[in-house]
């Protein structure tokens, strides 16, 4: 049985994933908590942000930092709905996901885990780390969807389709939940106390996330774009123009656009 893990529990499972991390590289962890480099996805992306930024941290913050996000997901009244979360994630959801019982979740949720001496020291970090960075990447989509763009801005708009469409496929992802009405309660709650926690860095990842991937949407097409001669350098001119800072300063640079170079900046002691 997968019973609630303690902060004290998530502490010790922080300790133990930031010995293995590796700052000098782009890696995360995946659904069956075994290592990957180069994360594609957003949602791994952002896992890959949050063991960053635990790793940054003194034995004294990462007490407070894992209190204030992870212990948020792992309550008395939260565990199960993390854990349904976490499950659904799992099976992508079958028509069985209704009926499942909490044994039959944690069972299923315990035997997708890659075997290790740590597996159930770390099972429900891992858990809170996955359902952690779903809810982030809910929020990045729902964020991107809300910005509102002039309507000569064709390709904005058309990236604006793109997200919506995203936004649907989650909030049809939930609709699979018996009792979707509390999941998403439970989602809404989430977001709001990791807005009001003290650490500041969790709660800017939606935001920085939802910038990046319009920043990639467009790269991407830019770069379709210098396969055609006639296109080739007016698309090699926008490109420079959106990945070069204002006035050559870095510090004005879009933190999206900074994002994997402040991944890289920290080098473990």
Request: glycine share 2%; hydrophobic share 40%; aromatic share 10%.
């Amino acid at each position: 049985m997968l019973n609630p893990p303690s902060l004290e529990n998530l502490i010790q499972a922080g300790r133990i994933i930031i010995n293995e991390f590796n700052p000098k590289k782009f890696i995360y962890l995946n659904s069956k908590g075994e290592w990957k480099e180069n994360p594609e996805n957003p949602i791994d992306r952002i896992s890959n942000e949050l063991l960053y930024q635990i790793g940054k941290l003194k034995e004294k913050a990462l007490g407070s930092l894992i209190r204030d996000t992870f212990l948020l997901l792992s309550g008395k009244n939260s565990w199960l709905l993390t854990k349904k979360i976490k499950f659904a994630l799992l099976v992508r959801p079958k028509n069985h996901l209704h009926s499942s019982t909490e044994e039959e979740m944690d069972k299923a949720i315990l035997q997708s885990y890659s075997s290790g001496d740590n597996s159930k020291k770390i099972c429900p970090f891992l858990i809170i780390l996955e359902v952690l960075a779903w809810i982030l990447y809910y929020e990045a989509i729902r964020t991107s969807v809300e910005i509102r763009f002039p309507d000569w801005d064709r390709a904005a708009k058309k990236q604006q389709k793109e997200f919506i469409k995203e936004l649907e496929s989650l909030n049809h992802f939930l609709c699979f939940f018996s009792d979707k009405g509390k999941i998403e309660q439970f989602i809404c709650e989430k977001l709001d106390e990791l807005k009001k926690a003290s650490c500041e860095v969790i709660p800017s990842i939606p935001k920085i996330i939802s910038e990046e991937m319009r920043f990639m949407k467009t790269l991407n097409l830019l770069l379709e774009k210098t396969k055609d001669s006639a296109q080739k350098d007016e698309a090699f001119s926008f490109i420079y123009e959106k990945i070069q800072p204002p006035m050559g300063i870095v510090n004005l640079a879009s933190p999206a656009l900074l994002f994997l170079a402040f991944n890289c900046s920290w080098i473990k002691e």
